[in-house]
């Protein structure tokens, strides 16, 4: 890929795109927004959902997590009654690339055949909300998909923070390792300082959620579970649901303050070799326009 | 001033420090809060407040300065709390002159209350609004710049495409002054920063509504600001960001916000740099929820 091509690419999207959601959807509470987000920005004829990817989470035994983080998705699925979707699920890797050599599943299989379909205009977003090993493999057993998707990956730190350590990126080093020197045309939008800041409150999503359907009942009672499991008494708690931007940024990119920069090197900290190709990097999202369009689509019956 | 000295005083204040407040509330809602909290940490013998200024705003100077003026007053009657009006001081009557800055009541009182300060004991200056006063303070009596540390909100990010803010550029020549003079000067960045200290009507009238009655008057007046705005006749509920609540903060709770020393940037519409210049603090993140959580807790108790 010419830098040219790759520039191209980086353009914000415009249009109609096709996605797939590659998600850790039961390590938190913000995946969930997401999934509902986007089939509803989907039924809306506003993207074309191609796929939702269940990716591995860190823990003792990821292949476990990876089939809660696949219950999840159904879950969302069964609770938006958009069951049509659930042929479009798939199970990920279940081993990290740190910790096996790069092997196929099904959500990598339905990657590198989406990716590959002459029939679409455009590139395929690929936006990726968990960590990097389903992405990292199917590039690694088909590279020619590099040249077809746009990877939007929430991960990371801005450049100018003080390191790169951060969940999704650093889940499985070897993916984002991979993935940082793959060349693949990548929009990151960081945590800190800027998807972090995606915030709400319970007081703000009981007003503009409370008692309008099935979806909005789940997403508000796993943010109260996930508040009592965790607050504590007469503390101030607000709620960052940063992976909704994943989305948000297909549909409305202006809403991105956005720039090129030289891809950085991964490490613990961002090392910087200016030879290298070059990437989107988000500086800040305006959240109000973005959670405005999430209440508004998924509150609709 | 040696630089080891400017480092020195840049340390994080260690509280309760002296404090001179210059605020622009007449067109803005989020100086109405950080007044009002700042009184109430005073109150509380958490800060001592050395000076209320009135900043100028909008196009006429003097016009604009005494409508911030009546807005102090009216937050120390609000709070009924007389004693502050004798040290509220007009500020402005025209923008600054580097060679015959006018000498206002305000500029007065900083260079006073600057005198009674040591490089080891400094009295801070919370900007909230233009550089005016601050700038025609330190051109008048350069001594005291090793006696005061200024904490300003205003900029944006050293990353950001431009340093285009408005406490920065009402004017210009004093924001420039103040960034070559070396005084010791913490920034507090609007973007991608101060922009994060996000609300909601909904979250306000929560944390607002059970108050003592001897805050009735000012909670009223901060909720109906907010959910305002400047019309009296539109109740426009939703999300808003109390931005100059960042400025009260830092003196208080410095441990709630991230910063670092860089290099002084050079002021102007894009940052410059010139690495043989003087060091300042800068601010990366402010701890949203702590902070609310504090205000919440002064504007009701």
């Not at chain 2, 009924?80 to 305000?106: C, Q």
């Not at chain 2, 303070?137 to 990353?159: D, F, Q, R, Y």
């Amino acid at each position: 890929m010419t830098e040219s091509q790759r520039v191209e690419k980086l353009e914000p999207p415009h249009g109609k795109v096709s996605i797939i959601v590659d998600t850790d959807a039961a390590c938190e509470v913000d995946d969930q927004f997401a999934i509902a987000y986007a089939v509803r920005a989907a039924e809306a004829g506003e993207l074309v959902l191609e796929g939702l990817h269940a990716s591995l989470s860190s823990g003792e035994d990821t292949a476990e997590k990876l089939e809660r983080n696949y219950q999840e998705i159904l879950t969302v699925l069964d609770h938006l009654h958009s069951p049509e979707y659930k042929a479009k699920t798939f199970r990920g890797c279940p081993q990290k690339l740190t910790e096996a050599p790069a092997a196929m599943s099904d959500a990598v299989k339905n990657l590198i055949e989406v990716a590959n379909d002459e029939a679409r205009e455009g590139p395929l977003y690929v936006v990726a909300i968990g960590g990097g090993t389903n992405i990292a493999t199917a590039m690694m057993l088909a590279p020619e998909i590099k040249e077809k998707i746009v990877l939007v990956w929430l991960a990371g730190n801005s450049l100018h923070w003080n390191s790169t350590m951060e969940w999704n990126l650093h889940m499985d080093t070897a993916a984002s390792e991979y993935i940082f020197n793959s060349g693949v045309p990548m929009v990151l939008m960081p945590a800190w300082n800027v998807i972090v800041e995606m915030r709400t409150t319970i007081f703000e999503l009981e007003h503009y959620l409370k008692d309008k359907n099935d979806i909005c009942d789940y997403l508000l009672k796993i943010v109260h579970d996930f508040h009592d499991k965790h607050k504590i008494e007469g503390v101030v708690w607000s709620k960052t649901i940063g992976d909704i931007a994943g989305i948000a940024y297909v549909l409305h990119p202006g809403s991105f303050e956005t720039r090129l920069v030289t891809t950085p090197v991964f490490g613990y900290y961002w090392g910087s070799n200016p030879q290298r190709p070059l990437m989107r990097i988000c500086d800040s999202v305006k959240r109000d326009p973005v959670f405005m369009d999430l209440f508004s689509k998924i509150s609709k019956n | 001033m040696t630089e080891s000295k400017r480092v020195e005083m840049l340390e994080l204040p260690r509280g309760p420090v002296s404090v001179i407040i210059d605020t622009d509330p007449h067109l803005e809602t989020d100086d109405h809060y950080a007044l009002a909290y700042a009184i109430c940490a005073a109150e509380l013998g958490e800060m001592k407040i050395e000076g209320l200024h009135a900043d100028f705003s909008g196009k006429e100077v003097e016009e604009g300065m005494l409508k911030n003026y009546d807005c102090v007053i009216n937050i120390i009657d609000l709070l009924n709390v007389p004693k502050y009006k004798e040290i509220t001081f007009h500020g402005p009557t025209r923008k600054f002159d580097k060679e015959n800055p006018e000498v206002t009541d305000a500029v007065k009182n900083m260079i006073r209350v600057a005198n009674n300060h040591t490089s080891e004991d400094p009295v801070y200056v919370l900007g909230i609004g233009g550089g005016t006063t601050i700038a025609s303070a330190l051109a008048a009596a350069p001594e005291i710049a090793e006696k005061m540390v200024i904490v300003w909100l205003g900029g944006n990010s050293m990353h950001w495409h431009s340093s285009m803010e408005c406490n920065f550029w009402r004017d210009s020549s004093a924001t420039e002054f103040i960034f070559d003079c070396g005084v010791p000067l913490v920034m507090i960045p609007a973007w991608n920063v101060t922009i994060q200290l996000k609300t909601s009507s909904y979250e306000l009238d929560h944390y607002m509504k059970n108050r003592v009655p001897e805050k009735d008057a000012i909670c009223e007046f901060l909720l109906n600001r907010f959910n305002r705005g400047f019309d009296p006749t539109k109740v426009a509920k939703g999300s808003g960001t109390i931005y100059d609540i960042g400025g009260i903060g830092y003196v208080l709770h410095p441990e709630w916000y991230v910063t670092r020393l860089m290099v002084t940037p050079v002021f102007q519409y894009h940052w410059a740099s010139n690495p043989q210049r003087h060091m300042m603090r800068i601010c990366d993140h402010i701890n949203r929820d702590a902070l609310y959580m504090d205000v919440f807790n002064k504007l009701t108790k």
